[in-house]
């Protein structure tokens, strides 16, 4: 059964950073291709960013230069190091993986960015 836990969400200033991790059980990350995704309150479901068994990784607009997914093999764990925080940056954050012909997701971790 695969399992991911995502912690490290919480209430930041403008400007400031967190960062999230997706802790995974029933799968090794290490061969998947791994995304996070955000959903704002009111709002659709958004990827923000990918990691690939590779080692590449992508991001939409909204987030490059700000956001950096990186993964720990030994740790099975994918975090997501998130800087120069806005306040649309507001929404809870979900890591996913596909195994097996599905998608799997986490339960979430709240993100709120207010002064």
């Known amino acids: 059964q695969v399992q991911l836990v995502e912690s490290g969400g919480g209430l930041v200033q403008p400007g400031g950073s967190l960062r999230l991790s997706c802790a995974a059980s029933?799968?090794?990350?290490?061969?998947?291709?791994i995304y996070w995704y955000r959903q704002p309150p009111g709002k659709e479901r958004d990827w923000v960013a990918l990691i690939r068994s590779d080692g590449f990784t992508n991001y939409p607009n909204s987030v490059k230069g700000r956001f950096t997914i990186s993964r720990e093999n030994a740790k099975n764990t994918i975090y997501l190091q998130m800087n120069s925080l806005k306040p649309e940056d507001t929404a809870v954050y979900y890591c996913?993986?596909?195994?097996?012909?599905?998608?799997?997701w986490g339960q979430g971790t709240q993100v709120t960015v207010s002064s």
């Open positions: 996913a993986v596909d195994h097996n012909g599905r998608r799997f």
């Open positions: 029933g799968v090794i990350f290490s061969s998947k291709s």
